[in-house]
């Protein structure tokens, strides 16, 4: 993990070298960013990089809507069930989720806001995937649903999506929403493997599978986006 002062304002940001051809920076918080680089890219050329767009990085950090630290997270809802988070400084990175004792152990190397967003990240994503899955065998029993495959991703509006094919794709952030709005955005794409559009039809038809559908659906709108956590 890096730390830059721009305009006396302090940065944390890591270097993720790959596969690209051109130096790329992506905002992950107000204070802290993401740069992508080729591989033998040079620490100098990162750096006179950010220099050059310092003032571009200034101004739409502030444009993101304040969130609560992960660092500070003391617990997690996911689906309504409370997961307590216990952060602890070890030399090896690990999350551990456990389940029956609705309990978080995150183990982490740096103690910074980029590293544990990285980490708590990549253990609950699959975590939410199992979720995601899970809910939509249930549903398919219930109402008769035929999907292919089931896919999660992190959008920073969008709750899921249908293919032309039946597959599904998720957000796979709608696990720290409450059961009946979780439950909706499935339904929502599951109803799409039928009817591709927004007519009328199709909310008729949603409506069938959610009485509440409406209140759902403008929830979302207003709402849905403040529980997100991760960008």
Same mark, same amino acid.
């Given at each position: 993990?890096?730390?830059? &002062?721009?305009? !006396?304002?302090?940065?944390? $940001?890591?270097?993720?070298?790959? =596969? @690209?051809?051109?130096?790329? %920076?992506? %905002?992950?918080?107000? !204070? ?6 080729? +591989?033998? /890219?040079?620490?100098? *050329? ?17 444009? @993101? ?32 989720? !456990? ?14 806001? /980029? ?28 109402? =008769?649903?035929? $999907? ?12 899921? &999506?249908?293919?032309?094919? =039946?597959?599904?794709?998720? !957000? ?13 955005? *499935? ?10 559009? +927004? ?16 209140? +759902?659906?403008?929830? *979302?709108?207003?709402? =849905?986006?403040?529980?997100? %956590?991760?960008?």
């Amino acid at each position: 993990m890096n730390i830059i &002062s721009l305009q !006396n304002q302090s940065f944390e $940001y890591e270097t993720n070298r790959k =596969g @690209i051809r051109s130096i790329r %920076l992506k %905002l992950i918080s107000q !204070n802290s960013f993401q740069i992508s680089c080729p +591989h033998l /890219t040079p620490d100098f *050329l990162i750096k006179k990089f950010i220099k050059d767009n310092s003032l571009w990085i200034i101004n739409h950090s502030q444009k @993101i809507t304040s969130k609560k630290a992960i660092l500070d997270l003391k617990s997690l809802q996911i689906l309504e069930n409370i997961y307590e988070i216990q952060w602890i400084k070890t030399q090896r990175d690990s999350v551990i989720i !456990n389940e029956d004792e609705q309990k978080i152990y995150s183990n982490i190397t740096t103690i910074s806001e /980029t590293h544990a967003k990285k980490i708590l990240e990549a253990k609950l994503r699959p975590f939410a995937l199992k979720l995601i899955k899970k809910e939509l065998q249930d549903l398919s029993k219930e109402f =008769g649903f035929k $999907y292919n495959n089931v896919t999660v991703r992190n959008q920073s509006s969008r709750y899921g &999506s249908c293919s032309g094919r =039946g597959n599904l794709n998720f !957000n796979w952030q709608i696990i720290f929403f409450s059961y009946p709005q979780f439950r909706h955005i *499935l339904l929502h794409e599951l109803t799409h493997l039928d009817i591709k559009n +927004h007519s009328s039809k199709f909310w008729s038809q949603l409506t069938v599978y959610d009485s509440n559908c409406k209140n +759902h659906n403008l929830w *979302l709108k207003k709402e =849905g986006t403040k529980y997100f %956590l991760f960008s």
